[in-house]
């Protein structure tokens, strides 16, 4: 059974830094593309970050470009999301995704596994 388990959001003031985690367990972490998605309200889930099996390519909304930063550890199974310079229209629902190929992620496409998501809030 695939389980992807988000967790680190919170409420936070504009200008303040979140970290999220996402734990993976069930299928070979090391093989999957990971991504972070969010959706406000009355809004579409969106494409936020992703990067490779290997963490070594990365890829970013232009939304997020500079203050948002991918991660993951392969030996923990777990993939983050540090988002500093919070803004108060990047409040939404995140959610992490893991999917076999970088592109669709990027794409936007909603394939693969998703977590439950973890609510971040930035308002003063």
């Known amino acids: 059974q695939v389980q992807l388990v988000e967790s680190g959001g919170g409420l936070v003031q504009p200008g303040g830094s979140l970290r999220l985690s996402c734990v993976v367990s069930?299928?070979?972490?090391?093989?999957?593309?990971m991504g972070w998605f969010r959706q406000a309200p009355g809004k579409e889930r969106e494409f936020v970050a992703a990067?490779?099996?290997?963490?070594?390519?990365?890829r970013y909304a232009d939304a997020v470009k500079g203050r948002f930063t991918i991660s993951r550890d392969n030996t923990k199974n777990t993939a983050y999301l540090q988002m500093n310079s919070l803004k108060p229209e990047d409040t939404a629902v995140y959610y992490c995704?893991?999917?076999?190929?970088?592109?669709?992620?990027?794409?936007?496409?909603?394939?693969?596994?998703w977590g439950q998501g973890t609510q971040v809030t930035v308002s003063s």
């Open positions: 995704n893991a999917q076999y190929d970088l592109h669709t992620i990027v794409e936007g496409r909603k394939h693969g596994y």
């Open positions: 069930g299928l070979p972490f090391s093989s999957y593309a």
């Open positions: 990067n490779s099996w290997s963490g070594e390519t990365t």
